[in-house]
């Protein structure tokens, strides 16, 4: 069984940073993506970024470059969401996701954390 499981959310004033970790369990991931994702309220889901696990590969929304990075701990078998100069934009519940390389759709969700950016 495939676990996601999200921690490090909370509340930061504008300008301020935080970090979100995502720990995954239950299979190798070796030939997977990990990307993150967030949903304000009244809005749709929206990509934030993403990290191919075979070459380390990221790729982030344009609204978040320069903002965020995605590191990864391989011994924790962890991928986070670095956050600075938070913005009150930012606001959303955040979820870690996963997919295999060969497909298009993330198929493995975790639960979500609130990050709530205070101007």
């Known amino acids: 069984q495939v676990q996601l499981v999200e921690t490090g959310g909370g509340l930061v004033q504008a300008g301020g940073s935080l970090r979100l970790s995502c720990a995954a369990s239950?299979?190798?991931?070796?030939?997977?993506?990990m990307g993150w994702f967030r949903q304000a309220p009244g809005k749709e889901r929206e990509f934030v970024a993403a990290?191919?696990?075979?070459?380390?590969?990221?790729s982030y929304a344009d609204s978040v470059k320069g903002r965020f990075t995605i590191p990864r701990d391989n011994a924790k078998n962890t991928v986070s969401l670095q956050m600075i100069c938070g913005q009150p934009e930012d606001t959303a519940v955040y979820y870690c996701?996963?997919?295999?390389?060969?497909?298009?759709?993330?198929?493995?969700w975790g639960q979500g954390t609130q990050v709530t950016v205070s101007s």
């Open positions: 996701a996963a997919r295999r390389l060969d497909l298009k759709e993330y198929d493995y």
């Open positions: 239950g299979r190798t991931f070796m030939s997977y993506a």
């Open positions: 990290i191919i696990l075979t070459d380390n590969s990221r």
